[in-house]
T-cell receptor, first 111, second 113 residues
Framework: DSGVTQTPKHLITATGQRVTLRCSPR?????VYWYQQSLDQGLQFLIQ???????AKGNILERFSAQQFPDLHSELNLSSLELGDSALYFC??????????FGSGTRLTVV | SQKIEQNSEALNIQEGKTATLTCNYT??????LQWYRQDPGRGPVFLLL?????KEKRKERLKVTFDTTLKQSLFHITASQPADSATYLC????????????FGTGTRLTIIP
């Protein structure tokens, strides 16, 4: 157990639907990062939150959004889902400059 | 454009030998370079971090070098074991106002008994 908790572990949904992925960072970590990993793209940075505020944005689609709540957990919302959104979605947290701790991921399958 | 390349998609090494993985980057000025291990279907696990002003870092059987002139990092696993088989990812972190970590595509290492 890395200390970063992601739910659900698996999600199967239809095209056009909306889903919410949840992440609880390691205790004490203020930063949360979301990454997408597909077979052909590797790990792609989506977005970072620090203590409730958006800090950095990567190649995140407009159909995707995220937020970090006062208790520091974060949610990634994916809407108007397409087949190409099928991937592993990872959340990571860190306390500052140093190694990131990743969760075990949510495997999203869009059918 | 910015690019991170890891030497090969797959590397097979005999058990007991040293495995050496390469990470090259272009158009980056990284503050830190990190190495992660990823097993199939699992999240990456942090192994080592090396700063731009450091040449070498060691941790047990692992050694990382960082050459900012060559824009290259080498990752060594000595006395390799079958349990070391995994995908290894290098990642760069710049400190230009954010802490975004950018990953290479990884090298799949197989240690053959």
């Amino acid at each position: 157990d890395s200390g970063v908790t992601q739910t659900p572990k698996h999600l199967i949904t239809a095209t056009g639907q909306r889903v919410t992925l949840r992440c609880s960072p390691r205790s004490g970590d203020l930063s949360v990062y979301w990454y997408q990993q597909s077979l052909d793209q590797g790990l792609q940075f989506l977005i970072q939150y620090y203590n409730g505020e958006e800090r950095a944005k990567g190649n995140i689609l407009e159909r995707f959004s995220a937020q970090q709540f006062p208790d520091l957990h974060s949610e990634l919302n994916l809407s108007s889902l397409e087949l190409g959104d099928s991937a592993l979605y990872f959340c990571a947290s860190s306390v500052g400059a140093g190694g990131y701790t990743f969760g075990s991921g949510t495997r999203l399958t869009v059918v | 454009s910015q690019k991170i390349e890891q030497n090969s998609e797959a590397l097979n090494i005999q058990e007991g030998k040293t495995a050496t993985l390469t990470c090259n980057y272009t158009n980056y000025s990284p503050a830190y370079l990190q190495w992660y291990r990823q097993d199939p279907g699992r999240g990456p696990v942090f192994l080592l971090l090396i700063r731009e002003n450091e040449k070498e870092k060691r941790k047990e059987r692992l050694k990382v070098t960082f050459d900012t002139t060559l824009k290259q990092s080498l990752f060594h696993i000595t006395a390799s074991q079958p349990a070391d088989s995994a995908t290894y990812l290098c990642a760069l972190e710049t400190n230009f106002g954010n802490e975004k970590l950018t990953f290479g595509t990884g090298t799949r290492l197989t240690i053959i008994p």
